[in-house]
């Protein structure tokens, strides 16, 4: 189908980590959308990825578009408490219906 | 510069009762996406607005419809609600298509008892 498909569901980090969540898919895409949401906040776009084997970085935060464009990464280095959240991937599918990844819940212990 | 804003923040209706929910999108944006995100899971796609029509729908049944206004405001309706229908209810908009990001509203959470 159309889904996007992340891994892992949960990551437990301790501060200072390096985090990393995978955003995987079927079928070629178009692009990738990454979107964070803080505990009880709603979604905010952090990035989109649109050509074969794009890397982009925002900070801590850096962004992988897979070469195949079947598959993306985001990374985050020395996580910071900050970064707790839940991260997703999203893909404008056919006839522009927008889908998300079912995210990846990030906990950071101080 | 506006956000989206969402009205209102909470809601408890009963069970076979109607809704409807509010938005106005950020300034410039022309489109509004409707979400509906059940606890846990990732936002899911219900509805797309656009210069007053509904150009994309989600798997969601007729009872979810919606409208959207000249002002590119949009009303999401819910008729004869369902326990499972409680869950968060994310406004978006956009420039087009969203091929530059969706801003999000806060949400409006529906509680069906």
């Known amino acids: 189908g159309q889904q996007v498909m992340q891994i892992p569901q949960y990551q437990h980090v301790q501060e200072g980590e390096d985090f990393t969540t995978y955003c995987n898919s079927s079928?070629?895409?178009?692009?990738i959308q990454w979107y964070k949401q803080r505990p009880g906040g709603h979604p905010v776009f952090l990035i989109q990825?649109?050509?074969?084997?794009e890397v982009k970085k925002q900070k801590r935060l850096t962004f992988q578009f897979g070469e195949a464009k079947k598959n993306s990464s985001l990374h985050i280095t020395a996580t910071q408490t900050t970064d707790v959240g839940t991260y997703f991937c999203?893909?404008?599918?056919?006839?522009?219906?927008?889908?998300f990844g079912s995210g990846t819940k990030l906990n950071v212990k101080p | 510069d506006a956000g989206v804003t969402q009205s209102p923040t909470h809601l408890i209706k009963t069970r076979g009762q109607q809704v409807t929910l509010r938005c106005s999108p950020k300034s410039g944006h022309d489109t509004v996406s409707w979400y509906q995100q059940a606890l846990g899971q990732g936002p899911q796609f219900i509805f797309q607005?656009?210069?007053?029509?509904?150009?994309q729908r989600g798997n969601f049944p007729d009872r979810f419809s919606g409208h959207q206004f000249p002002n590119y405001s949009s009303e999401l309706n819910v008729n004869a609600l369902l326990l499972g229908d409680s869950a968060l209810y994310l406004c978006?908009?956009?420039?087009?298509?969203?091929?530059?990001?969706?801003?999000f509203g806060s949400g409006t959470r529906l509680t069906v008892v």
């Open positions: 999203a893909r404008i599918g056919n006839f522009n219906k927008f889908y």
């Open positions: 607005y656009y210069e007053e029509e509904e150009r």
């Open positions: 990825l649109v050509k074969s084997g």
């Open positions: 978006a908009s956009s420039e087009g298509q969203g091929s530059y990001g969706y801003t």
């Open positions: 079928t070629t895409l178009s692009n």
